[in-house]
């Protein structure tokens, strides 16, 4: 048990070498780590993708996000008006940071 610990204890320095690497400022101790959210999966992994780049290939004239998430919506038989989280609605938020950047 001992061992482990010792041994564990070196892993985490050496990461912490290698941290100091890409940021000679980084103090590992503040480190937070990243928090997992369940989420609602809607679409499987990799499903996504291929329709939106079906809808904009088939696109004859600019399209904005709302209107490519109603058509995804509607093709995978789900309600275009519903929101997509409680915070409201997703699109808007979506919209919004494209026309900041």
Do not use: W, Y
Not at 21 to 40: E, G, H, N, Q, S
Not at 43 to 64: K, Y
Not at 69 to 92: K, W
């Amino acid at each position: 048990m001992e061992c482990r610990l010792t041994a564990l204890r070196e892993d985490l320095a050496s990461l912490n070498r290698t941290l100091r690497i890409f940021d000679p400022t980084v103090i590992p101790a503040t480190t937070l780590p990243r928090l997992k959210r369940k989420t609602a999966l809607r679409f499987r992994a990799g499903e996504m993708t291929p329709s939106l780049l079906a809808i904009l290939r088939q696109a004859t004239e600019p399209v904005t996000v709302r209107e490519v998430a109603v058509q995804i919506a509607r093709e995978h038989s789900l309600d275009p008006d519903h929101a997509a989280t409680p915070a409201g609605d997703g699109c808007q938020r979506q919209e919004r940071a494209v026309q900041a950047s």
